[in-house]
Structure formats: structure tokens, C-alpha cells
């Protein structure tokens, strides 16, 4: 490769071939543009934010967005052709919701990042986000604090982060940051230690069958349970009851948390 030679030197460090060649790569930007060209609309954007956060049906969404079926059907397709949102059919109807690509969650971060950044003072001006708590809005800590609870109480059922994300209206990798940021580790982490504080409990204080309380903490598979549990407390469930049966006796029933 010819070494770049630029008509002003101002202590160059090598870079220029590197960025060069990226120059020399229009077609990569073009696709950028045509990103940027697809959100030049604010209803468009609007959907696409929308869409982030559930997944809806054209009348709902032109009921949401105050906007006619057509406008909205029009908005809908170009976000598709672009790759940003997909449909699926259920009966006559067809739900949309936003693509999970890299793309599509990076895009939807940078838009509330942007809106974050427009109104810097909403806490004093009543623009209704809220307040900050550390490097998350107080709303978006409710909804995790909110998820956590709602957790608990359905800790018989395996519910996915995208369930959680519908019901909540909160984008799923958001979701996950902001529960760590919250509770200092991962969804999944902080869930399995509830979900054998409860089994040990269980085990401890009542006379389930193994099988039934692997039930009742959410694991479909006796097998699955008995590993897990071992790996919290170093020994299989019925090891554990032997060692600690009768300490949390009375304590609660197979269907308390």
C-alpha cells in the first residue's frame, strides 16, 4: 500500500491510511444514510419507538398514534422493507413489533438517548419522565423494581424476558441493564437465588415430594432442580433435608413464597 501523503501535515499518527480505506467504502455509508433517510419522518420514528415496547395491531396502533389506518399502514411497510420491524399474521390480523437485530435495539437506544439529551431538565420543567436515580430514570427503576415483584409472585412459571418486556412496555435489553443496575446482577442470577432460598424452605419446612417442589420454583425437570439446587448449596435436595429438616417447620406452605 502507498503511504497517504495529505497536503498539510499536522503530525499525522498513521491513521489516515486506516480511515482511507474506510472512505473508499461508500456503499457501507449509503446504507448508514438510508437508515437515516427511513427515520426522517417523526411518525415514523414514533412507530418504530412504539414497536420497541409491544406489539400491536394496525388499528391499535393508528388509535395510539392518533393517525389514520392508511398513514400508518404506509409508515409500517417502509419500516419493514428497511428490515426494522416485523409482522406476523394471527387469523385476518397482523401484529408488528420491532426486528431484535443488533440494528433494531441500537437504534431504539439512540432515540431515547436523543430524547434523554432534549429535555435535560424534565425533573423541573414537568415533562413527565421523571427523575434520574444513577444512570436510569426513577420510572424505569420502578418498572424493574415492579418486574421483581411480579417475579415472585409467579415464581412457578419460567416467564421470558420478551413476555416481560410486552407487559411491561420496556425494551428487552433495557430491561436487563437497568434490573442489574438495580439489584447488582442479572435477571436470570438474581431470580435463581430466589428460586432455591424458596426450594430450601420447602425442602426444610414442609413434606413435599421433590418433584412437587421443583414444581412450585418454576423447573419443569426433577433432574434440572436437584442440579441447580446442588450447585447453590453444595448438596442434592434430599441431602439438604435430611441435614435441615424440622428448622423452618411451620414457617410456610407449598403455595407461599
Given at each position: 500500500m502507498v503511504k497517504l501523503s495529505l497536503p498539510?501535515?499536522?503530525?499525522?499518527?498513521?491513521?489516515?491510511?486506516?480511515?482511507?480505506?474506510?472512505?473508499?467504502?461508500?456503499?457501507?455509508?449509503?446504507?448508514?444514510a438510508d437508515i437515516f433517510k427511513l427515520l426522517d419522518d417523526t411518525s415514523r420514528v414514533r412507530i418504530f419507538w412504539l414497536l420497541c415496547h409491544c406489539e400491536e395491531c394496525v388499528i391499535n396502533i393508528s388509535a395510539l398514534m392518533e393517525m389514520?389506518?392508511?398513514?400508518?399502514?404506509?409508515?409500517?411497510?417502509?419500516?419493514?422493507?428497511?428490515?426494522?420491524?416485523?409482522?406476523?399474521?394471527?387469523?385476518?390480523?397482523?401484529?408488528?413489533?420491532?426486528?431484535?437485530?443488533e440494528l433494531g435495539r441500537l437504534l431504539h437506544q439512540v432515540?431515547?438517548?436523543?430524547?434523554?439529551?432534549?429535555?435535560?431538565?424534565?425533573?423541573?420543567?414537568?415533562?413527565?419522565?421523571?427523575?434520574?436515580?444513577g444512570k436510569y430514570r426513577e420510572e424505569q427503576v420502578e418498572t424493574a423494581r415492579a418486574v421483581h415483584e411480579y417475579l415472585l409472585q409467579h415464581m412457578d412459571k419460567r416467564i421470558t424476558i420478551e413476555e416481560l418486556a410486552q407487559r411491561y412496555l420496556m425494551n428487552p435489553t433495557t430491561m436487563k441493564a437497568v434490573f442489574?443496575?438495580?439489584?447488582?446482577?442479572?435477571?436470570?442470577?438474581?431470580?435463581?437465588?430466589?428460586?432455591?432460598?424458596?426450594a430450601a424452605r420447602l425442602l426444610s419446612?414442609?413434606?413435599?415430594?421433590?418433584?412437587?417442589?421443583?414444581?412450585?420454583?418454576?423447573?419443569?425437570?426433577?433432574?434440572r432442580f436437584s442440579a441447580a439446587f446442588k450447585e447453590s448449596y453444595q448438596m442434592l435436595p434430599l441431602e439438604y433435608r435430611r441435614t435441615h429438616a424440622g428448622s423452618d417447620a411451620g414457617k410456610e406452605s407449598h403455595d407461599g413464597f
Open positions: 498539510h501535515y499536522h503530525g499525522e499518527d498513521g491513521r489516515e491510511e486506516c480511515l482511507k480505506e474506510q472512505l473508499d467504502r461508500p456503499g457501507d455509508f449509503q446504507a448508514v389514520t389506518s392508511p398513514a400508518v399502514s404506509h409508515h409500517l411497510r417502509q419500516l419493514k422493507a428497511g428490515g426494522l420491524i416485523v409482522g406476523r399474521r394471527e387469523g385476518k390480523e397482523v401484529y408488528y413489533r420491532a426486528a431484535d437485530t432515540i431515547e438517548n436523543i430524547m434523554e439529551i432534549s429535555c435535560p431538565q424534565r425533573e423541573k420543567t414537568g415533562c413527565g419522565q421523571g427523575k434520574e436515580v442489574k443496575e438495580v439489584y447488582g446482577e442479572s435477571l436470570a442470577s438474581h431470580m435463581k437465588e430466589h428460586r432455591m432460598e424458596k419446612g414442609t413434606n413435599d415430594s421433590i418433584a412437587r417442589i421443583a414444581e412450585a420454583v418454576g423447573y419443569g425437570s426433577q433432574s
